[in-house]
Structure formats: C-alpha cells, structure tokens
C-alpha cells in the first residue's frame, strides 16, 4: 500500500514539475521576443474602439456622414484625410495592441506622422506610446510600404495604470452623478466645470513631476504640468460624454497646452492649468477655488494670451455664451447699487467666490478706481447686513488685469 502512496506522489509531482517548466518557457518566450503577448491580450479588451475597429475605405468615405460618438473623442481623426484616416486606424490597432512592430498601408513619410500626431491628440489613454520610428521601402516622400516601430514606455506597468485610470475616473464619475443626483438634465456645463474643479483639487502644478506630459501624473500622482493637465481632464470628459481635443501652442511666450470643448452644443476653450489656483481654502471644505476666466471662453478671449500651433478649430461665439456659469458676472458698466444684488445672491447662496468681468478698459478703470477708494467692501458690508453669517471683510483674491477679470473671496462665520 505505501508503495501505492508512493507512486501516486512521485507521478503527481512530476506532472506538476513538468506543467511548471512548461509555463515558465511560454511566459519567458513572450517576454523575450517583446510581443507582451500576456498584457496585451487583456488591455486590448480595455482600450477597445468601436470606429477603429476595420481600416476600410468605407469608414473613411467622405460621402459618409461622419463617425458616430461614443465614449473617444475623434476631432483630430475627422480632418484627417481619407489616406491619413486608414494610417491612423492601423496605428491605433497595432498600439492598442503593443505591437512592437507593425506593417501600415503604403504612404509617406509626412502623412504618417501626421496621423501618429492626431492620435496621441485624440487618445490620452494611449499613454505609454510617447514616440515612433518607421523603416520606409522606397522613396519616404513617395508613397512606400512603412514599418512603424512605435517607442513604448514602462511596459511591465501599463496593464496596472491602465486598471487604475479607469478605476479613478469611474470613481469620479460616480461621485458627479451622486453630487447631481436631486436635479434633473443636468448641463454638460455643470459635469465639466465640476470635473475640472475635482482636477484641480487632487493636482498640484509641478515642473518636475514624473511623467508630466502624460494624463497619469495628475489623475494618479498628484503632480503634473500643463500637457498633463489637459490629458487629464481630456479622459474625463470623455467618460462623462463630452466632445473634446487636446490644443498644444503658446501662452506667454512659452509652450502651452489647453482644452478645445464642445459643451451643450457650443465649442469653447478651457485652460485647466491656469484655472487652478493651487491655493488654500477659504471655506473650510476642501476646495481649491478656480481662476474663472480661463473657463468657457471663447476664441476671442483665448487670444488675449494664447496661440494655438494650428489653425484647425471651430468658430467660437463672438460673446460669452455661458452667461450662468456660476459665479461669474459679465458688465459693461460700473454701478454698485447694480452689483449689490450679485453680492448679496452670491451670500445668500453661500458661494466660495464671485468673479466679476469687465466689458472694455474704461470700464475696467472705473472699477480699479472703484476698488481703491473701497468701493467693494462697501458691497460686501451691504450682502453682510442681510446674511450675518458672511464675514464683513471684502478680500480681493485676484486681479487679472489683461482679462479684466476680478475675483473676490467670500468668508464666513
């Protein structure tokens, strides 16, 4: 009997020896020949997108009305042209894919960098492609068959970022829909400038943060710049179905990068790292407070200190089309006793802040003047006499003198 037992054991484990060796060779195979075969397999399922699903002509067909939305935004990809199109599917397919290599379409040089440009503009979520190189047979500035050998970025951990991302802005997004929750059609105006204002809250601007340009430094590490920023609240939107693009140009002088945002129907610009303050609350409830003028703005104002690299963008009103966002008042006038209801509905209402716009520099003087000789703590004192519990202490947060823009703290008891 116990040579049975024996027996028994000694084959059992020799099976199980065997099996062992047999998935080390399989898993050691794939990491030596860079397919990531294991974490491909199952990020692909996590990335997948409909519309780039086939790189056929008739996707592409400019007799088509145009791409459905869904989750992914697709601006660049819908001035690409039809060529540039099927060059960025492929593109996409084989990233999704973590192909190391991958075979395109023969084209030139010049539309297969244009099409590797549109899609890390349209895709944050493709974080870990951060360059490519492409063997060109023939002429590159000929139509050629191109082998694209895109440069990927911390391998081993992107299934784990990927997971993370998606747990964070799903946990974001839960929480919009709870702090929504008693209203009915709700604005995409409130989702963004709510998803922006939770941004801005977990993310301080850090010149040296780690992966900086990439949406993961803010959402997942707290510390970014401006590239990472927009990525960043770019993702958000797209989970709470908002038609974006990411924007890189100028802004003073330096290299910039902004929001392009199709909200409620209406294409504006949002700047979400010159919309955080970075400063301390003021209320007690943990809430940074948002440079406003930087938020829903149009082409015109967007101007004033900012320089997009490429004429591509949609016509934005000539006026200020979101006239309700909160808080934020518009005047071509310098009265008081027109600003008295401001503030006191503004204290009524236990707001953080209110930010009022100039129309022109005459009236922007009137109100600097204003300012000076206490003009705004007499407005402060009026709301104070109707809502006792706001502080009788006007504080000006801040003063944007290009834009025309004061913001001002309200405290409370």
């Given amino acids: ?17 065997g099996l062992y060796f047999f998935l080390f060779a399989l898993f050691a195979n794939d990491a030596d020949n860079g397919s990531f075969s294991y974490i491909s397999r199952s990020l692909s399922q996590n990335i997948q997108d409909p519309l780039l699903s086939e790189p056929s002509p008739d996707k592409v067909s400019p007799d088509q009305p145009g791409p459905a939305r869904h989750e992914y935004s697709h601006y660049y990809f819908d001035g690409l042209s039809d060529t540039q199109k099927i060059t960025y599917i492929e593109m996409y397919n084989g990233i999704s894919s973590l192909s190391e290599e991958f075979a395109l379409t023969p084209v030139t040089k010049d539309i297969c960098e244009t099409a590797f440009q549109a899609l890390c503009a349209d895709r944050p979520d493709l974080f870990w492609v951060t360059s490519f190189s492409a063997k060109y047979v023939g002429d590159p500035q000929a139509p050629s068959t191109v082998v694209l050998l895109p440069g990927y970025e911390n391998v081993k951990e992107i299934e784990q970022t990927v997971f993370a991302l998606e747990a964070k802005r799903s946990d974001l997004l839960a929480q919009m829909n709870i702090a929504f929750s008693d209203q009915s059609n709700v604005s995409q105006q409130k989702k963004a400038q709510w998803l922006l204002q939770q941004l801005c809250n977990m993310t301080k601007y850090d010149d040296t943060a780690s992966n900086g340009q990439q949406l993961r430094s803010a959402l997942l590490d707290g510390h970014s710049v401006c590239a990472g920023y927009t990525r960043a609240l770019q993702y958000l939107f797209m989970g709470a179905g908002i038609e974006c693009s990411f924007v890189s140009g ?4 330096e290299s910039h990068a902004w929001l392009a945002a199709n909200i409620d129907g209406n294409w504006c610009y949002m700047d979400p790292t010159w919309s955080d303050t970075d400063c301390i609350s003021f209320n007690g409830d943990g809430n940074d407070l948002l440079h406003r003028e930087y938020i829903f703005i149009t082409g015109a104002e967007l101007a004033l200190d900012h320089t997009p690299d490429a004429d591509i963008w949609p016509e934005t009103s000539d006026t200020v089309w979101i006239a309700d966002t909160d ?3 518009y005047t071509d006038t310098w009265q008081p006793e027109q600003l008295q209801p401001i503030f006191l509905q503004s204290a009524q209402n236990h707001s953080a802040d209110i930010c009022l716009c100039f129309s022109d520099e005459t009236v922007w003087q009137q109100a600097i003047t204003a300012m000076d000789r206490g003009d705004f703590s007499l407005l402060q004192a009026y709301a104070a006499e109707n809502v006792f519990s706001l502080v009788n202490d006007s504080v000006l947060f801040y003063q944007n003198d290009s834009r025309r823009v004061f913001q001002i703290i309200l405290q409370y008891q």
């Avoid at 027996?7 to 199980?16: D, G, H, I, P, W």
């Avoid at 100028?250 to 002088?253: G, N, V």
């Fill in 250 to 253: 100028t802004a003073k002088e």
């Fill in 327 to 329: 808080n934020i008042y």
């Fill in 1 to 17: 009997m116990k040579n049975h037992y024996f027996r028994f054991f000694f084959v059992s484990a020799l099976l199980l020896f």
